[in-house]
Each structure stands twice: as C-alpha cells, then as structure tokens.
C-alpha cells in the first residue's frame, strides 16, 4: 500500500502518539488505488503486502478494482475480493486496513492473521473516535447459501492488534463492530447491493488509539467455494446527534420523537423564556448541545433552537421547538364558542357554523384564512401546511392533518 495521498488531517506516523482525533478512514469508497485493476487500494493492503513465511506463496492478489458504484452512490469504483484456491487450499478474499500475516499453510492456523503494525506507517489506522454504528454497501455471491461474508472493525489501544486471535481478548480493544451476510445473489454474474447497518459494541477496556478493519468474503478461513465474491462500497460510520428528550420550564415536549425536528409547545411568558429553562437528554454521552432563543417579527412567539454536535465534530440535528403565547394549546369549552368548527382533525375543508368573520391563525399570531360565515360555510385549507392553527378571538383549535 503506497501512501500516495493523505486525506485526514491530521495523521500522524502509526509508531508516534496521534496528533489530532481522527474519526473516519480514508478512502472508504475505495476511490483511490496505487496503479490498476489489481493494485492495492490506497490506504488498504492485501496478500501483495503480505508478511510471514508464506507471504511469497500467499502473495498473488484476490482482488480487483471494478467500474461502477452502490445504488445512489456517486464513485467510480468499487471493491470485490474473491476466493482462490493455492495448491489444493481455498484462499479467501482478505482486505485490511493492517497487515496480513501468512504464518502457515493451514488456513485454519493461529499464525495466520491480520494485524496493525505500527512501526509500519503503512499497515496501520490512528483512529480515535468512538462511533455509534458502521454502515457498508456489499453485494455478495457464494455457491453455499450457508457461506457469509463478513467486514469487522476494530477499535484498538496501542498495541500490534492481531485478529482473530485478540478478539476474545476485552483488554485488548474498546469497541468491535461485526458485519456479516449470507449471499446477496446467486447468480455470480450479477449484482445484488444491500446496505449493511451495526452497531459498535464497546465492551473492551482498551482506549482509542487505532482501527483494524478486516474485510472477507468468508468469515471461516478454508470454507466456502472458489470464486466465491464479495463487493465493497461506501463504508461510513456514523455518530449520534439525536435528542431522546426535551423539557421546557420542566415540562417534558408531548409526543417527542427523536427523528422529529420541529415543536410547538405553549408558555406563559415568552419575554422571560431563557436557554436556562430547556433541559434534554441527548442519546450518547459525547454529543454536544448549544441552545438559543430566536426573536420572531411577533411578540407572541419565539423559536428556540437546539443544535446537537456529534463526537466527529461534523455531524448535527437541528431541533427547533416554537414556544407560544398568542393562543392556548387547550380547546375551550363549547359554550365559550362564537363557532363551531369540524371537522377536526382535517386536511381538506373544514366546516365553520357561525355568524360573521372567521379569522384563523397560525401558532406565531399570523393571519392564514379570513372569510365571512353566515351559518355553515366551507372553508378550504388544503394549502395551509401541517400542524395547529387557531380561530383568532375564539380561543378554538383546529389541526390540520
């Protein structure tokens, strides 16, 4: 693997402490490769690269770079590693952010591993970060419908990692997290990309200091077919920002999912509303929250924004919450109506009985629908956007769905 191009600030030399945090690869998508077809792919090694005392034997390649990408994606290359069979015995496919070491001629041998060298700045991966999940494109073959493949990373403390042999080793490593598939397709002559979704699991004592990422299209060494393929795009892991909670002046945001952006909920008085008075619950410890309180062209509304930083520093949520006094989240009683308004919930018409102007309002106090009544007149609202709405002097709500 020649390091022909560096693209994480930051990286210091793999023998050295890490400079910098580092929260993702380099060259996820495997878009940048050493020469052709059968080079490495920059960043990553393979049996050309190879160490032990079969690493001559081991070293023709299982690999190659193929034209094309994922569904939606926008690369022009991707991954497939492939199983062939050296001197009567099946080789799998094997890609690594380390080294493979080819130590025995028995596939099955404890001297046959990949491993992070770290005097060796180009098989290993500083890697800080502690992320919550990995998601990778694959689309794989196998003439067994039992084979499975499988793409394991592995967070690390500074030490040379060998894998699979510390794996059962907790001292050894902080978080692992473990993809693996049964064949996508089985049809060797076509593609059947899935994106592939796991968690991070940290159960190690290690800390952070480097990634071993093992990629095989058989997770059993010696198993599985000749020919046996497995594609690789877009390997991306992902850090948290969600919110799991928020309180207003102590009081929990009904009905609050962490995948919902946007709020409304009623205050008393908007003038002395501070970010002192929002609490939340993020849902990983090392996500960060700034809180502001955003004046609107009314005084009977402000938006209060809460913008959450994952670990990585990049990735963000916005949550916005409409905090109101203009009008009561509670309908009043029927006989404090001028109108009576239904149907309720709707998101067509609505029907108002009554006599004279309707006027009807948004949660910020503006006018959206003005229109005479004289006994039941329709009133069309299919333009008005989701959410609460008001009928201005008449404390009634009306929700358009």
Same mark, same amino acid.
């Not at 050295?16 to 929260?23: C, F, G, H, T």
């Not at 996820?28 to 990553?44: A, R």
């Not at 001292?171 to 060797?188: L, Q």
């Given at each position: 693997?020649?390091?022909?191009?560096?693209?994480?600030?930051?990286?210091?030399?793999?023998? /050295?402490?890490?400079?910098?945090?580092?929260?993702?690869?380099?060259?996820?998508?495997?878009?940048?490769?050493?020469? $052709?077809?059968?080079?490495?792919?920059?960043?990553?090694?393979?049996?050309?690269?190879s160490?032990?005392?079969?690493?001559?034997?081991?070293?023709?390649?299982?690999?190659?770079?193929? &034209?094309?990408?994922?569904? !939606? !994606? +926008?690369?022009?290359?991707?991954?497939?590693?492939?199983?062939?069979?050296?001197? !009567?015995? %099946?080789?799998?496919?094997?890609?690594?952010?380390?080294?493979?070491?080819?130590?025995?001629?028995s596939?099955?041998?404890?001297? &046959?591993?990949?491993?992070?060298?770290?005097?060796?700045?180009?098989?290993?991966?500083?890697?800080? $970060?502690?992320p919550?999940?990995?998601?990778?494109?694959?689309?794989?073959?196998?003439?067994?419908?039992?084979?499975?493949?499988? =793409?394991?990373?592995?967070?690390?403390?500074?030490?040379?990692? %060998?894998?699979? &042999?510390?794996?059962g080793?907790?001292?050894?490593?902080?978080?692992?997290?473990?993809?693996?598939?049964?064949?996508?397709?089985?049809?060797?002559?076509?593609?059947?990309w %899935?994106?592939?979704?796991?968690?991070?699991?940290?159960?190690?004592?290690?800390?952070?200091?480097?990634?071993?990422?093992?990629?095989?299209?058989?997770?059993?060494?010696?198993?599985?077919?000749?020919?046996?393929?497995?594609?690789?795009?877009?390997?991306?892991?992902?850090?948290s920002?969600?919110?799991?909670?928020?309180?207003?002046?102590?009081?929990?945001? +009904?009905?609050?999912n962490?995948?919902?952006?946007?709020?409304?909920?009623?205050?008393?008085?908007?003038?002395?509303?501070?970010?002192?008075?929002?609490?939340?619950?993020?849902?990983?410890?090392?996500?960060?929250?700034?809180?502001?309180?955003?004046?609107?062209?009314c005084?009977?509304?402000?938006?209060?924004?809460?913008?959450?930083?994952?670990?990585?520093?990049?990735?963000q949520?916005?949550?916005?919450?409409?905090?109101?006094?203009?009008?009561?989240?509670?309908?009043?009683?029927?006989?404090?109506?001028?109108?009576?308004?239904?149907?309720?919930?709707?998101?067509?018409?609505?029907?108002?009985?009554?006599?004279?102007? =309707?006027?009807?309002?948004?949660?910020?106090?503006?006018?959206?629908?003005? /229109?005479?009544?004289?006994?039941?007149?329709?009133?069309?609202?299919?333009?008005?956007? %989701?959410?609460?709405y008001?009928?201005?002097? &008449?404390?009634?709500?009306?929700?358009?769905?």
């Open positions: 693997m020649k390091l022909t191009s560096i693209l994480l600030i930051g990286i210091a030399l793999c023998g /050295s402490a890490v400079a910098q945090n580092i929260y993702h690869l380099p060259n996820p998508g495997f878009e940048q490769w050493d020469g $052709g077809d059968e080079s490495e792919p920059t960043h990553w090694n393979t049996f050309s690269s160490d032990g005392t079969y690493a001559s034997l081991a070293s023709a390649n299982h690999h190659y770079r193929v &034209n094309g990408h994922r569904p !939606g !994606g +926008e690369g022009s290359y991707f991954l497939t590693i492939y199983t062939k069979s050296i001197v !009567g015995v %099946k080789a799998n496919g094997n890609m690594t952010t380390g080294r493979i070491h080819a130590g025995a001629m596939a099955t041998s404890s001297d &046959n591993y990949n491993y992070t060298q770290r005097s060796n700045s180009e098989h290993c991966q500083p890697f800080t $970060g502690t919550d999940s990995m998601y990778v494109w694959i689309s794989y073959y196998a003439a067994s419908a039992s084979s499975q493949a499988q =793409i394991t990373a592995i967070i690390h403390g500074d030490s040379d990692y %060998k894998s699979p &042999n510390d794996d080793s907790p001292s050894k490593y902080k978080g692992i997290a473990i993809a693996r598939t049964v064949r996508t397709t089985s049809s060797s002559s076509q593609l059947q %899935k994106q592939m979704q796991v968690p991070f699991r940290y159960v190690g004592s290690s800390e952070a200091r480097y990634m071993l990422l093992n990629i095989t299209n058989n997770y059993l060494a010696g198993q599985g077919d000749a020919n046996d393929a497995l594609s690789v795009d877009d390997i991306e892991f992902i850090y920002a969600w919110l799991t909670n928020i309180k207003v002046k102590g009081t929990s945001i +009904e009905g609050f962490k995948s919902r952006l946007n709020y409304t909920v009623h205050v008393d008085d908007i003038n002395t509303l501070s970010p002192s008075d929002i609490a939340y619950s993020t849902e990983v410890d090392d996500a960060t929250v700034e809180v502001e309180i955003m004046p609107l062209d005084d009977t509304a402000v938006d209060v924004v809460l913008t959450v930083t994952a670990e990585d520093g990049t990735t949520k916005h949550y916005k919450v409409l905090a109101t006094t203009g009008y009561p989240v509670a309908v009043e009683a029927a006989e404090e109506r001028t109108f009576k308004v239904y149907p309720n919930p709707a998101s067509e018409t609505v029907t108002v009985e009554g006599e004279g102007e =309707i006027e009807i309002v948004d949660i910020a106090g503006r006018t959206v629908v003005r /229109s005479e009544c004289h006994g039941a007149t329709q009133i069309d609202i299919s333009q008005l956007p %989701k959410g609460v008001y009928v201005k002097n &008449n404390k009634a709500k009306i929700v358009k769905k």
